[in-house]
């Protein structure tokens, strides 16, 4: 597996993986489409995860906020430490611990990113979805700058 920033090339592939979870698990959105992924990640790095010269899945992270907004593996490469991945070289890139968001029904995200080392700081039933704010306990990975 190689982990790297999103090329122009990738762009279709990473705009693909986004728009089918998007269809499969995001109910609230109402008409997903391809350009979604170009208008979501705007002014985020984004690093992809490459198998056999294939996308496997990508991560979009907003430097500024060490916030990772963006985390989605294709179907096929899930359970294969795709995500693990994307994590681990985005510690790399951020300057304190990151946070993120999560829908609180996505009880597998939830496990995954616990497993992760990520906890729940924030809950918010008033967004729609509702959603936990989870913060990266591993300091230790981090170089403050």
């Given at each position: 597996?190689?982990?790297?920033?999103?090329?122009?090339?990738?762009?279709?592939?990473v705009?693909?993986?986004?728009?089918?979870?998007?269809?499969?698990?995001?109910?609230?959105?109402?008409?997903?489409?391809?350009?979604?992924?170009?208008?979501?990640?705007?002014?985020?790095?984004?690093?992809?995860?490459?198998?056999?010269?294939?996308?496997?899945?990508?991560?979009?992270?907003?430097r500024?906020?060490?916030?990772?907004?963006?985390?989605?593996?294709?179907?096929?490469?899930?359970?294969?430490?795709?995500?693990?991945?994307?994590?681990?070289?985005?510690?790399?890139?951020?300057?304190?611990?990151?946070?993120?968001?999560?829908?609180?029904?996505?009880?597998?995200?939830?496990?995954?990113?616990?497993?992760?080392?990520?906890?729940?700081?924030?809950?918010?039933?008033?967004?729609?979805?509702?959603?936990?704010?989870?913060?990266?306990?591993?300091?230790?990975?981090?170089?403050?700058?």
């Amino acid at each position: 597996m190689i982990i790297r920033e999103l090329t122009a090339a990738d762009r279709p592939a990473v705009a693909d993986i986004y728009l089918v979870d998007r269809q499969r698990f995001f109910p609230w959105v109402a008409q997903p489409e391809l350009a979604d992924f170009e208008r979501d990640s705007n002014h985020e790095l984004v690093l992809v995860a490459e198998i056999d010269g294939e996308i496997a899945g990508f991560i979009s992270f907003y430097r500024l906020e060490n916030f990772i907004h963006l985390l989605f593996v294709s179907p096929k490469h899930q359970r294969c430490s795709v995500g693990h991945a994307l994590i681990e070289a985005m510690r790399q890139q951020a300057t304190a611990p990151m946070t993120l968001k999560c829908v609180t029904t996505n009880e597998n995200a939830l496990i995954f990113y616990r497993r992760e080392g990520f906890e729940i700081i924030r809950e918010d039933r008033f967004a729609v979805p509702n959603n936990y704010t989870l913060k990266d306990t591993h300091e230790e990975r981090y170089w403050y700058r």
